[in-house]
């Protein structure tokens, strides 16, 4: 149902994100959560609901000239969208954010290029949300802008006369102040970053390294205790590590049952070592494959007793870069296969497709070993989402990279370096070797952290600390 704009002005709080999170279930249906921000949805969903807030993003549209604004009022929270023009989508969100952002932020200065037109739409589209934001927040409103590709909203919500707080949640790494000023443009963006209220990352060396920018590259930008003080205001700076909810993928439903015996079945007998990620190189999935084939040399003994199975959600498939990484990641797999299956024992099973979250949380639970090892990642939910869903009596073991934000709350893991094949073919086989005990102390510990740290917490504390700021 859509409703007049009229009636939806005055929000007093308005959520942006580049996508919309998916339409409730019963419209996109389980098999579609490719794009899955459900832990946003659980976390941001009820302080929507009680403020009579909105959710304002693309709608995934692309046309000429039409980028008026839709609202679903029907929806929960409300939905706010609009469509991209053609150019925008090419230059904005496959160009700026995802060619030049995405790569210097993670840490890939070889893969990030700069073009000044895919800037300039840049600023250009950052201009658009914060017009769609201001038409559907009241005066004094919160808005609560989400990850990179709005780092320039709050500074366009301050020309347009926005008086209430404006909050950023970045959701990716922040880089060092020697990748970031390698930026043509470092000095706009985080001049830009500075208009926000409250600016907050998943992890403290995030920040950090924000502040730092901050102080080296805007001009008269100084430390604070909270944050970084410039053009007369202070900035808030704070670190707020998102969570998921642990209950779906810890009481495994009826469905899953099925999925589960199959899986046993084809497994017969077989440990399993399982990666799912959405396919991105920042993921490091080429470099995990490589380490389970060298684990396979290296400890022969495992020949013939364990399978991997390596799950990829299809992402960002139009930039080049995905596509020749989804190439790089098929030939590896046959490698590996031709090099060291035998007619009986395929090493690695590859599926290239997203998941519900029911048979999602059955694979988790199959796995003996959750091998994540991002070579750089904001947070990796994959990890607490693998934690949640095992048995705490006889759980499996985590390999997650010390390069994933995660890291830094989930201690039980075996930790690992994903650029050093040697050493997590043999993380990865003292995983395999792990005795029950060990298992489960180290287990404790973490689900005792992912089930204390929702959406929920995590976004009053946000919210909280913003409008505390302004
Ligand atoms: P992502 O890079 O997308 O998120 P991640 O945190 O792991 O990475 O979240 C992925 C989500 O997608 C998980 O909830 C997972 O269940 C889901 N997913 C993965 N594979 C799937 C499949 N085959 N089918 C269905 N769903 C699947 C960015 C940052 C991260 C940060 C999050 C949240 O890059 O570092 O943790 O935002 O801030």
């Not at 149902?1 to 019963?26: C, E, F, H, M, Y």
């Not at 959710?55 to 679903?72: E, N, P, Y």
Request: hydrophobic share 45%.
């Amino acid at each position: 149902r859509l409703i007049p704009r009229a009636r939806s002005k005055g929000a007093s709080l308005v959520v942006i994100s580049n996508r919309l999170p998916d339409a409730p279930a019963s419209s996109a249906g389980e098999s579609e959560r490719a794009r899955n921000v459900g832990g946003l949805v659980s976390g941001l969903g009820p302080a929507l609901s009680a403020r009579n807030g909105v959710w304002l993003g693309w709608s995934g549209g692309r046309h000429a000239d039409a980028h008026d604004l839709a609202i679903d009022a029907s929806s929960s929270p409300v939905r706010a969208s609009f469509d991209f023009r053609p150019e925008w989508h090419a230059r904005f969100y496959n160009g700026f954010a995802n060619r030049s952002l995405w790569p210097i932020f993670h840490g890939f200065a070889g893969r990030a290029r700069y073009d000044e037109s895919e800037w300039n739409a840049y600023v250009e589209v950052n201009d658009v949300f914060a017009r769609q934001a201001s038409k559907l927040a009241s005066q004094a409103g919160t808005v609560w802008a989400h990850d990179y590709h709005l780092l320039l909203v709050g500074a366009a919500l301050r020309r347009l006369g926005h008086q209430g707080p404006i909050g950023l949640f970045v959701h990716i790494p922040f880089p060092p102040i020697d990748l970031f000023e390698t930026i043509p443009w470092a000095r706009e963006l985080i001049e830009g970053m500075l208009a926000f209220d409250l600016v907050g990352f998943h992890t403290r060396r995030y920040a950090s390294n924000f502040v730092r920018c901050a102080q080296e590259l805007a001009i008269g930008a100084a430390r604070t205790e909270r944050g970084v003080r410039a053009a007369g205001r202070e900035v808030r700076v704070g670190v707020f590590p998102l969570g998921i909810d642990a209950t779906p993928f810890e009481a495994p439903d009826e469905a899953s049952g099925d999925e589960m015996s199959e899986l046993q079945a084809a497994l017969r007998g077989r440990r399993l070592v399982l990666g799912v990620d959405r396919l991105d190189y920042s993921k490091g999935i080429v470099e995990r494959l490589e380490a389970f084939g060298r684990m396979l040399e290296l400890f022969p003994e495992w020949r013939g007793r364990v399978s991997m199975l390596q799950v990829a959600v299809p992402s960002r498939a139009d930039v080049p870069e995905y596509a020749e990484q989804r190439k790089a990641i098929e030939t590896l797999v046959g490698r590996i296969n031709g090099l060291h299956g035998e007619a009986h024992w395929v090493p690695v099973r590859y599926v290239y497709r997203s998941y519900g979250r029911a048979q999602l949380a059955a694979l988790y639970r199959a796995a003996d070993v959750g091998f994540i090892t991002p070579l750089r990642d904001g947070m990796n939910l994959v990890a607490k989402e693998y934690v949640a869903a095992q048995d705490p009596a006889n759980p499996g073991a985590l390999v997650l990279s010390r390069f994933a934000g995660a890291a830094d709350e989930l201690a039980g893991a075996v930790l690992t370096n994903p650029h050093d094949r040697e050493g997590m073919a043999r993380d990865l086989a003292r995983a395999l070797d792990m005795p029950l005990d060990e298992r489960v102390q180290r287990h404790a510990p973490m689900i005792a952290r992912v089930r204390a740290s929702t959406p929920e917490v995590w976004a009053s504390e946000l919210l909280g600390a913003l409008e505390a700021a302004r």
